[in-house]
């Protein structure tokens, strides 16, 4: 049978999430929740806040960043508004399953960033691996997670991309798995009944103890953070969602707790003021480094 998401490929998660629900789900636990809130001081949190806001990852177009350090994982990130030439560029690069992928979308803006992320997603692969970008063929996990499909020599470059509202980070590794997502903050997707449904009810109650004016910040900082470690194992949704907690109140340390949360790291993002994002990475001790993604390969 077609998914929801082979049916309409233009849909994120966030927006499967406007379909109707299933009526009284969550609305239990929400209330039983509510009386066991803890409380935080204002004006501690919004002294982090502020904090954060300038604290934006350094991103600049950066040379240096073609050659990939074996503790190094590359953050690349790429504005997707791209104009006609360059699109036409990453088109002659695409595989014909990706070409019939990209006119299955309805939207013209939803193909368009399609081509343009895997565009990006092949020139930069291609730096690292010393082949053209036309050349690279991927392998797909059982949930659909796209690796290269690398020469036996290689060091294998593993990767992972997240696309939101016009802007992607693509991260890359040398032989460890990474998970990547980011999301636009949209105040009007932050509402408790969806943290109900989707947070540990810890991330839950962390979340209502927030003043208002934070709530959707956290909101998608707890989002990109599960969604990146769910990313990072390649198991979709195969993983509870319950199963694992995130920290998400803005200026506190990010944290992952899980049954294997030793086995990675997690690290906060921030592309954009508008945007908040997450990396997980296998293993510790990475250097982070940041790009700017521009398609003259400046
Ligand atoms: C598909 C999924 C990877 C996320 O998709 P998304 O948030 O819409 O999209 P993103 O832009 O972050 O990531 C999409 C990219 O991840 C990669 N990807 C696809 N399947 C993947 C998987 N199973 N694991 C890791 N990466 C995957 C692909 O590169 C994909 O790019 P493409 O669509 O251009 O091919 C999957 O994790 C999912 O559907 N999750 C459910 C969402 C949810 O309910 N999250 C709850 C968080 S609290």
């Not at 919004?46 to 904090?51: D, F, K, L, Q």
């Not at 319950?242 to 030793?262: C, I, N």
Request: aromatic fraction near 10%; charge should be neutral.
């Amino acid at each position: 049978m077609e998914t929801f998401r082979q049916k309409h490929p233009g849909y994120g998660p966030l927006e499967v999430l406007l379909l109707p629900v299933p009526k009284g789900s969550a609305k239990f636990q929400k209330e039983t929740l509510w009386a066991s809130v803890p409380r935080y001081s204002r004006s501690s949190i919004e002294s982090h806040r502020i904090t954060l806001m300038s604290d934006l990852n350094s991103w600049a177009p950066n040379t240096e960043m073609c050659e990939l350090g074996d503790s190094e994982i590359h953050v690349w990130r790429a504005y997707l508004d791209s104009q006609e030439a360059v699109l036409h560029r990453f088109e002659t690069t695409l595989s014909s399953d990706e070409k019939a992928r990209a006119n299955r979308f309805h939207f013209p803006r939803d193909r368009n960033g399609f081509v343009a992320a895997r565009g990006v997603l092949r020139e930069l692969l291609a730096k690292y691996v010393g082949r053209g970008p036309r050349g690279l063929q991927f392998d797909y996990g059982p949930q659909g997670k796209p690796s290269l499909r690398a020469n036996p020599e290689e060091n294998s470059v593993q990767f992972n991309v997240s696309h939101s509202h016009g802007l992607a980070l693509l991260a890359f590794a040398r032989g460890r798995h990474l998970g990547v997502d980011v999301e636009l903050i949209r105040p009007e997707f932050a509402v408790d009944e969806i943290a109900d449904r989707y947070f540990s009810p810890e991330e839950a109650m962390e979340l209502r103890g927030l003043p208002p004016s934070l709530r959707a910040e956290a909101f998608f900082l707890c989002w990109t953070r599960k969604e990146a470690y769910i990313k990072a194992r390649g198991e979709g949704l195969h993983i509870p969602l319950g199963s694992f907690h995130v920290s998400l109140t803005p200026g506190q340390p990010e944290r992952l707790e899980s049954a294997d949360s030793s086995r990675w790291s997690l690290y906060s993002l921030r592309p954009d003021p508008r945007y908040v994002g997450a990396l997980v990475g296998e293993g510790g001790g990475w250097r982070v480094r940041y790009g700017e993604w521009k398609s003259d390969g400046s």
